[in-house]
């Protein structure tokens, strides 16, 4: 299977998406026809009982039953393709992951990876994690720059003019001019 030319839009991943999504449209078209002739009239009928039988005096009529359970799965799906495309824009821009940070990248896994069904914690570090890590960065970059530093002072001789290279090769003219 690997290897085959794939036509039409199943090329790249977007298209992928979109004929994936395609093809549960008559599922949510199926749940849509559920929670509108079964899943509404059942629940209108068990309200309309317990304002008939019950007791509490906190129930009032002014309830309109509407089941959304398939626009919900719709607004999930839509939710969830933003998320990724966003995903893939912070992660392929430069610009966006200067403008994000690595808190932001990490917050945007954390929350597409609970979808996953799987330890979040495991596989995305914590914002503390992430700031201890940066710190540490930031601390071992300063560390570098001043050993640079050190380095290149020591290699100045007393009158601020580098130590050997170029600078210190002196040739002496010969005598004879040859």
């Known amino acids: 299977m690997t290897g085959q030319h794939v036509p039409g839009a199943g090329r790249t991943s977007s298209g992928l998406s979109m004929l994936i999504s395609n093809a ?47 626009m919900s799965l719709v607004v999930k799906e839509a939710e969830a393709v933003r998320k990724n495309e966003f995903l893939r824009l912070v992660l392929e821009s430069p610009v966006a992951q200067e403008i994000v940070g690595h808190t932001g ?31 540490q960065q930031q601390m071992m970059q300063q560390q570098m720059m001043m050993q640079q530093q050190a380095q290149e002072a020591a290699n100045l001789q007393e009158d601020g003019s580098q130590q050997g290279g170029r600078e210190g090769n002196f040739i002496s003219p010969r005598p004879n001019g040859r």
């Open 24 to 70: 549960g449209k008559s599922i949510k078209q199926v749940i849509g026809n559920v929670d509108h002739d079964v899943i509404t009239p059942m629940l209108e009928r068990q309200y309309q009982r317990n304002l008939r039988y019950s007791e509490d005096p906190d129930l009032i009529g002014d309830v309109q039953i509407m089941a959304r359970g398939a």
């Open 105 to 135: 990248t990490a917050e945007l896994m954390r929350d597409l990876a609970g979808n996953l069904n799987a330890n979040v914690d495991r596989l995305v570090p914590s914002r503390e994690d992430i700031e201890k890590k940066q710190q």
